[in-house]
């Protein structure tokens, strides 16, 4: 699938009763990079699990190119062309990395594994290993890859560098960049590690307790010393 433009208009959702996010509207054009940023508990995950249809919706409009997805189950969004790629990994640990593959094939053939182990040659390496077994950031590259197999035309990433060393994270970045630099895929990262995010990213928004507190690019924010203090609580970005 070529990458599609994401449009989110007027969106409130939350868990049950409890509503999170309120009034979030942006776009992001086909095959550009958003950074979503934000101090924690601020709705980042939110977002996007509301994006991939994982939360209670109670107003607004997404859509992915020409389809309003907004009434679809997480699964015909997935098919819709949508990759969530969460926070917690969700990594099989009792299947291998292969297997754990697999499930991101999603009918396509074995053959098409070769696009996963060529983005990352280690997982080609850790094949027979159990996913139990494997490091913090090879985990984060199996999820990512899995996801990537089914080749969605928008691609979610919450927090992909947590915990990571900074040499995997390097890594993990090089392999975002060149999907978005093939320009096949639209893509939301979500970080902490802000620096890595700005460098990514086309466009930023920072969310404060579920609305949309600032917006621009990112060279406007490493200006904007308020902002950056006031709504990502560091004293300035280097
Ligand atoms: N499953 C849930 N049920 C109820 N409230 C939740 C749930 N998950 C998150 N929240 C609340 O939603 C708010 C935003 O959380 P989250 O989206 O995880 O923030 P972030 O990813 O920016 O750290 C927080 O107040 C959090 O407590
Ligand atoms: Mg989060």
């Known amino acids: 699938m070529p990458a599609t433009p994401l449009e989110v208009e007027n969106l409130s959702a939350g868990y049950g009763p409890t ?9 992001v054009p086909a095959g550009a990079r958003l950074a979503v ?12 699990a509301t ?20 009434a679809l189950p997480s699964a015909s969004r997935a098919l819709s062309g949508l990759g969530f790629v969460p926070q917690a990994r969700c990594v099989f640990p009792t299947l291998t990395v292969e297997e754990n593959l697999f499930v991101g094939l999603k009918g396509r053939p074995k053959s098409a594994l070769q696009e996963a182990y060529d983005m990352f040659p280690r997982l080609h390496e850790r094949r027979r290993n159990l996913g139990s077994q494997l490091s913090g950031g090879e985990q984060q590259m199996l999820s990512t890859a899995r996801s990537i197999l089914g080749r969605p035309s928008v691609l979610l990433l919450d927090e992909p ?18 999907l978005a630099r093939t320009g096949d895929m639209t893509i939301l990262l979500v970080e902490q590690r802000i620096q ?9 928004i920072v969310l404060e307790r579920g609305r949309i507190a600032w917006t621009g690019t990112p060279e406007k924010l490493s200006q904007d010393h308020t902002a950056v ?9 280097h």
Not at 229 to 237: D, F, K, P
């Open 19 to 27: 509503r999170v996010l309120e009034g979030i509207s942006f776009s």
């Open 37 to 48: 940023l934000g101090r924690n508990g601020m709705g980042k995950t939110t977002l996007l």
């Open 51 to 70: 994006l991939a249809g994982q939360t209670r919706h109670y107003e607004g409009r997404i859509r992915i190119g020409e389809t309003d997805v907004t």
């Open 161 to 178: 560098l947590e915990g990571l060393a900074p040499v995997i994270c390097e890594e993990l970045m090089k392999v975002f960049a060149e």
């Open 196 to 204: 890595s995010a700005l460098d990514f990213a086309d466009h930023v």
């Open 229 to 237: 203090e006031r709504l990502l609580g560091v004293g300035s970005l």
